[in-house]
């Protein structure tokens, strides 16, 4: 990475396949990276957010970026008014920038409990969850009358 480049630690949808990817079109790619276990991902609908002091190792790729890159993605992402950008803590010791929400802001949000954006319930190609135990089955009997 040159001097002039900043280390951003992107974990929703601007990873590589995402739809906002193109933000990131002029970064160089720097790989697959994860947060320490002191995160939550949360889902916010149209993006994801990351949360300071969760439990949750948080999974995302690693991009150099232009200091004029990074200016043009904070507006993108309301920062410093919705995400905050600071630096994290990556697994394998290197700090990075990445963009995140307050814990009250989150209140309420759904969590993406593996801390991996592409697994998130409901997501192409995520892990299904099986809505047929008996407590939601009990459910659909009690609260739908056509059952």
Not at 17 to 31: I, Y
Not at 40 to 64: I, M, N, Q, S
Request: with cysteine; net charge positive; hydrophobic share 40%.
């Amino acid at each position: 990475m040159t001097t002039s480049e900043i280390a951003l630690f992107v974990y929703d949808n601007l990873m590589k396949g995402e739809d906002q990817h193109e933000w990131l079109v002029s970064a160089r790619p720097l790989g697959a990276a994860t947060t320490t276990p002191q995160y939550a991902l949360v889902d916010l609908g149209t993006c994801g957010a990351l949360v300071e002091g969760g439990l949750v190792a948080v999974t995302g790729e690693l991009y150099a970026l232009s200091p004029a890159a990074l200016a043009a993605l904070d507006v993108h992402r309301g920062h410093p008014i919705l995400h905050r950008r600071a630096a994290v803590r990556l697994a394998d010791g290197r700090e990075a920038q990445a963009y995140l929400l307050s814990m009250e802001q989150a209140a309420g949000c759904r969590r993406v409990r593996d801390g991996d954006w592409r697994k998130r319930r409901g997501a192409p190609g995520a892990v299904r969850f099986r809505d047929n135990g008996p407590l939601v089955s009990w459910a659909k009997r009690r609260f739908d009358p056509s059952r």
